[in-house]
């Protein structure tokens, strides 16, 4: 009879192990709020805020990777570059210099570009998470105060290419110390590689411009016309199949990759950028208040993901993930 018992508890105890973990919401990714990181539950039509990781300090900068699984980030105390994992640990990326006033990672999170305002520097990072190689590149050549920041800055997957956008225009630089002028005239705003290409798309308060290899032919062309509306951070999916462009008085709008066409939803807010959560899901503000909102490329629904209750938010100071990613402003 005692056996039967042992048994019975047992098999009751495994039964409730499996019921648990059914109900358990899955982590949906991670969202940066002033210094710290909050992991996302759940699935973005029913997802909430939890409470900040612990990561022994605040970050000044934060990017995480689009596929969620670590963050780019730099302590606000000694202004380290590391390399944060949603255990909580962090680990110093080597020759990554102090203090960047920004950081971007590319569409798949395999390299970033940090930009450093005083030196007038990049500095680009291959190999993420697991071997970064660093290398810098010299922009004294382009103008305006130390303090500016590019509107926005992109690198390839591979980290062969980073660019940048400034008040000149669109500039690339390569990996043997090539620097190209891709874009002049009218202003670029939002940039980003396609995924695993090394083919950049632009937006413009005119539209969106693909520019196909950047270190060969940089051929130019018109791939969305809009109405005058500034952007405030451009995506790629995946599979390059769509183009996001997020407009700052709240327009969301789809872009097919191959022929132009466009869908347009609005957001009701203020879009920070476009920092890609995994597949077709993609954050486009920070905290504000008590709720972030995400895009659904796939269902071309905008979701609002609360903090849970009694989790606290700080006002979003630092860099958006990404970050986006790669994509951002």
């Not at 002028?181 to 202003?187: H, P, Q, T, V």
């Not at 071309?300 to 994509?327: H, K, M």
Request: hydrophobic share 45%; proline share 5%; net charge negative.
């Amino acid at each position: 009879m005692r056996n039967r018992w042992i048994r019975q508890a047992a098999l009751l105890a495994l039964l409730a192990g499996a019921v648990w973990a059914q109900v358990s919401a899955p982590v949906l990714g991670y969202l940066p709020d002033g210094g710290q990181i909050h992991p996302v539950m759940g699935i973005a039509a029913s997802a909430f805020v939890g409470p900040a990781l612990d990561f022994g300090g605040d970050f000044l900068q934060a990017a995480v990777s689009p596929h969620q699984d670590f963050a780019l980030v730099s302590s606000l105390s000694s202004g380290t570059v590391m390399i944060a994992q949603p255990s909580g640990g962090t680990t110093p990326v080597a020759g990554v210099s102090a203090f960047p006033s920004k950081i971007v990672l590319s569409p798949s999170g395999s390299a970033a570009v940090l930009w450093f305002a005083s030196e007038r520097m990049l500095e680009i990072v291959s190999g993420l998470p697991g071997s970064p190689v660093v290398r810098s590149v010299n922009a004294n050549f382009l103008t305006g105060s130390s303090g500016d920041l590019p509107a926005a800055l992109a690198v390839s997957d591979d980290g062969a290419w980073g660019a940048g956008a400034w008040p000149s225009g669109v500039w690339a630089f390569g990996p043997n110390g090539e620097v190209r002028s891709l874009l002049s005239g009218e202003r670029g705003l939002a940039l980003t590689f396609l995924t695993g290409r090394e083919d950049l798309a632009v937006a413009t308060s005119s539209g969106v411009e693909s520019i196909a290899d950047v270190g060969g032919s940089a051929a130019v062309s018109a791939l969305y016309t809009s109405d005058g509306e500034a952007p405030a951070g451009l995506g790629v999916t995946p599979d390059n199949s769509k183009l996001l462009l997020a407009e700052v008085h709240g327009n969301i709008v789809t872009i097919d990759a191959a022929t132009g066409a466009a869908s347009t939803v609005s957001c009701g807010c203020g879009p920070a950028g476009v920092f890609g959560m995994g597949g077709s899901l993609f954050r486009i503000t920070g905290l504000t208040g008590s709720v972030f909102r995400v895009f659904d490329v796939r269902s071309g629904g905008v979701f609002q993901v609360p903090l849970a209750a009694g989790v606290q938010g700080q006002a979003s100071t630092a860099s958006a993930i990404g970050n986006s990613t790669g994509g951002t402003r």
